[in-house]
């Protein structure tokens, strides 16, 4: 594996954990030619979006956009699955010569009347912002007909990254809650779950935590979320912000506009689930009742769980683990969480890290850890394979890098099926992690192969 050579103008975003300065830079354009792991803008807003259930999600531009995140996320309802129809306006090159608002129009009119959707979004793809339609303008006039909040999403997939992409949906999302002209009331020890897509049923899993510490859940933004849920949100007393790279936003901006703070929490592992249900009934503290039953609910999950994470702990102690991951927050509770499980991270890095994660990174790991900004395959595969990794922890693009090299695969991403959050989660966890790790098919890639006087092939 010596023939992978780094390119130049990336090695600022690549660091071995050490005695050299650290100074990652990120939060910059991908390099053109290094073909970046990252989605793009629209992609970044589908994402965050996509789980509300009963609003119509129709992509205006050509149908490439709208195939690419069919049914991106495992998203799961329990009522409509409006959600996971992808709808396009299809543009084609007639409509980018004469412009494509009456298509949409057309399509919103025909779609709404079809589906009766609780709101509409419309997200602007790459071309829309070169025609120049103005998409603000037909969203008015078909909001006015139909009387459902129909929005749109500035999503213009060239225009900067995912993250941008994170921060439109914001601004959507902020949209349909203003939409909300009934009185502020504050409902007491109430929040919003921030940053939750309910993948294989997590947001259920967490909800069901709050309910037994006597916790009100407001909404949920946004898995298994409805459009009437999230116009709610205004009404909490706590925005308890998840993967807050992705929402990060909308809890600013409802601190500013309606005084709601907001705390960021994991419910990765479980020293950071425990740590979110305890930092959530501490700040109710005026009702005492809430930490006492955290405090026991807590205890109860900890003692069924422990003896099972021990018996696979036996097999992974000492193993070593690469992580690559969109935000970088989920990569803090994705080291403790393989702490937990006596495995050590060589590899760690993230698409959308900030200079501050990437410190917190750099303290969590031990000497020789690679850390990398808006890595690609090559990268991937270089470090992943000189470092010894057992297993990979990405997401859909990292699967197939991981077994090309013949690495065990942990999908973490949001196209999985399997809940990971909470003290449940961690044992799902454990169990993906054991089963690919000691998987007796590793033994038989070229790489675990050497025979005397040959080097391993890949
Ligand atoms: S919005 Fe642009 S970059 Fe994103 S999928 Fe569509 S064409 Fe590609």
Redesign the pocket.
């Known amino acids: 594996m010596t023939s992978i050579s780094v390119l130049k103008q990336r090695e600022n975003q690549i660091y071995q954990k050490g005695n050299q300065p650290f100074k990652m830079e990120c939060e910059t354009k991908s390099l053109a030619g290094a073909v970046s792991q990252r989605a ?1 803008v ?2 970044g807003s589908r994402v965050v979006l996509y789980p509300i259930a009963d609003a119509l999600h129709l992509i205006h ?2 149908i ?2 709208a195939s ?1 995140t069919w049914d991106i996320r495992g998203a799961q309802s329990s009522g409509p699955e409006l959600h996971r129809m992808s709808f396009s306006t299809d543009l084609s090159e007639t409509d980018i010569i004469y412009g494509g608002e009456k298509k949409l129009k057309k399509a919103l009119l025909e779609l709404i009347e079809k589906y009766s959707p609780k709101a509409a979004f419309i997200y602007c ?2 071309i829309v912002g070169i025609i120049g339609d103005d998409v603000d303008a037909i969203c008015r006039q078909v909001e006015d007909q139909t009387g459902i909040p129909v929005i749109a999403v500035h999503s213009e ?2 225009k900067g990254t995912k993250k941008d992409g994170y921060k439109a949906a914001c601004d959507a999302l902020f949209s349909l809650i203003e939409r909300n002209k009934a009185p502020r009331v504050t409902l007491p020890d109430s929040i919003n779950i921030l940053g939750e897509f309910n993948i294989g049923g997590e947001t259920w899993i967490i909800k069901k935590y709050y309910e037994s510490m006597g916790v009100k859940v407001v909404s949920v933004i946004t898995g298994d979320g409805r459009v009437e849920e999230v116009q709610q949100a205004r009404n909490a007393a706590l925005n308890v912000v998840q993967c807050s790279g992705s929402v990060i936003h909308l809890a600013k901006q409802m601190e500013k506009d309606y005084g709601i703070p907001y705390i960021r929490v994991s419910y990765f592992g479980i020293e950071d689930t425990s740590d979110a249900l305890y930092q959530v009934a501490v700040f109710f503290d005026k009702n005492p009742e809430i930490l006492k039953k955290t405090q026991d609910m807590i205890r109860k999950e900890v003692q069924a769980i422990v003896p099972r994470l021990e018996t696979m702990k036996k097999d992974l102690e000492g193993k070593k683990a690469a992580i690559y991951v969109g935000g970088a927050f989920k990569a803090f509770s994705m080291i403790k969480a393989l702490k937990t499980l006596g495995m050590e991270v060589v590899l760690a890095g993230s698409q959308t890290g900030t200079q501050e994660d990437y410190e917190v990174l750099r303290q969590m790991c031990n000497e020789g850890t690679v850390i990398l900004d808006d890595s690609n395959p090559l990268e991937l595969a270089k470090y992943s394979v000189e470092k010894d990794a057992d297993l990979f922890i990405g997401g859909v693009k990292e699967r197939p890098i991981a077994y090309k090299m013949g690495i065990g695969f942990c999908d973490h991403n949001h196209e999985r099926k399997i809940p990971l959050v909470g003290f449940e989660g961690m044992v799902n966890f454990a169990k993906e992690v054991h089963g690919t790790v000691t998987s007796p098919v590793w033994d038989l890639v070229p790489r675990r192969q050497k025979p005397a006087g040959k080097e391993g092939a890949i």
Request: include cysteine; proline fraction near 8%.
């Open positions: 793009c629209f992609c531009g050509p490439g956009c690419y793809t790459c997939g060239f």
